[in-house]
């Protein structure tokens, strides 16, 4: 039987050889705008352009297509770049099915740039599969998810809504940002399209800005290239390096992001102001049996609700040392920061509660810092709510 390599061993490996000439192992960062042909309309090795194609990009996109189990990838300048490559083979009349939970930049392109152009976006509970089915039209093109979800951290079953949405025509993507393809591979579950920001975890420095596609149709690829290219939505060389040195790293960092992840989300169960946690890896997590099911690991992220509403929720924001008060998230330092004042101002409150979203609801980006040191200051920080603000649950 043929040895399969493990994702720890691609991440490092897949779409990158020692260069043939200096044998350096690296992959060059190729800054370059236009390449010779060796005749006119014969582009040597495919590259003519670098908005269509560029080495470094290519290198990436190989070696994220083999962590997804995918044949091809395409990066992206951000994850938003990526999404809109997705709604550019729209139409207008088509409509979209899409989680109720979303990454508010996503809600935002949805709603704010889309919809002026006759897109249809119906939002729902994706836990609920009743709900899902109920919400497919005739003119349904696309089944949107996120699994977990950013920020209420909820699953959805990947392969039985794949299968409805193939049933009616449509196109399951999903958003992997959260888990990576280290922990769930949402093509191996039925899935069509992987979409990350690669600017989180598969980056993981906080020092670039990227997101990519990820999928097995070659149709797809050459629609989504098309426009890609034709937008100029293409991810530069060095951007396209940094990634690619953050993916080689990914297995050691998502062992150790959800090894502290989940000593923190215990601790928090047991705090008098902590009115809720939701992380995957708690046997309190509505949907921890899929989590075991579909994913290897539970990931960094955490979030929770602080009696005392906003107020708490700033407070304790503001009263970390170690954790950053800051946007996005996957990076090896630990970040906080609260949803409503933050990530997900851009959804209107009632609507944000109505999804499930409280004003209360702070959310952490577990690092890889030593875990002792990340849960004192947790507890400086919930001292500093009950003082503040107060508050006893």
């Known amino acids: 039987m043929k040895h399969k390599t493990r994702i720890e061993t691609r ?3 897949a779409g990158q050889e020692p260069n043939p000439e200096t044998g350096a192992l690296m992959t060059p960062v190729h800054f370059n705008s236009t390449y ?6 014969e582009p040597r090795l495919g590259f003519e352009y670098s908005r269509t194609t560029n ?7 190989e070696n994220l297509a083999s962590l997804e189990s995918a044949r091809w990838g395409l990066g992206f300048a951000s994850g938003l770049a990526a999404t809109n490559a997705l709604m550019d083979r729209l139409v207008p009349g088509d409509h979209v099915v899409c989680g109720n939970d979303l990454y508010g930049g996503t809600y935002r392109i949805f709603q704010q740039v889309f919809a002026r152009y006759g897109i249809e976006y119906t939002f729902v509970d994706s836990t609920d599969a009743g709900a899902v089915k109920d919400a497919f039209k005739d003119s349904t093109r696309y089944l949107y998810l996120e699994t977990p979800t950013n920020p209420l951290l909820a699953l959805c079953d990947i392969e039985e809504l794949s299968k409805m949405a193939r049933s ?5 993507i999903v958003d992997n940002t959260f888990a990576t393809p280290y922990l769930q591979r949402p093509l191996e579950h039925g899935a069509d399209l992987v979409l990350h920001s690669l600017t989180k975890y598969l980056g993981g420095h906080s020092d670039v ?8 149709d070659d149709k797809l690829r050459e629609e989504l290239a098309f426009y890609q290219n034709a937008v100029g939505g293409q991810l530069g060389p060095m951007d396209a390096f940094l990634v690619l040195r953050g993916t080689k790293t990914l297995a050691v960092r998502m062992d150790r992001h959800s090894d502290n992840a989940l000593a923190i989300a215990r601790f928090l169960e047991q705090q008098d102001v902590v009115e809720k946690v939701i992380y995957p890896g708690l046997e309190s997590h509505p949907q921890h049996a899929l989590a075991n099911r579909q994913m290897s690991g539970y990931g960094g992220m955490i979030s929770f609700e602080l009696a005392g509403g906003v107020e708490s929720g700033k407070t304790f924001s503001m009263a970390t040392r170690i954790f950053t008060l800051a946007e996005s998230l996957g990076g090896v330092e630990s970040l906080v ?3 409503p004042l933050m990530t997900h101002a851009s959804i209107p409150p009632e609507e944000r509660r109505a ?3 409280q004003d209360g609801l702070v959310r952490l980006s577990v690092g890889i810092e030593h875990v002792d040191d990340l849960i004192a200051d947790v507890e400086r920080a919930l001292a500093a709510v009950r003082t503040k603000c107060g508050v006893r649950s």
């Open 55 to 61: 080495p470094t990009r290519t290198a990436l996109e």
């Open 337 to 339: 920061e609260v949803p």
């Open 11 to 13: 991440a490092i490996h």
């Open 355 to 357: 999804a499930g979203l």
């Open 209 to 216: 800005v990227a997101g990519c596609i990820c999928g097995n």
């Open 168 to 172: 009616r025509g449509a196109l399951t």
């Open 36 to 41: 010779e042909q060796d005749a006119p309309g």
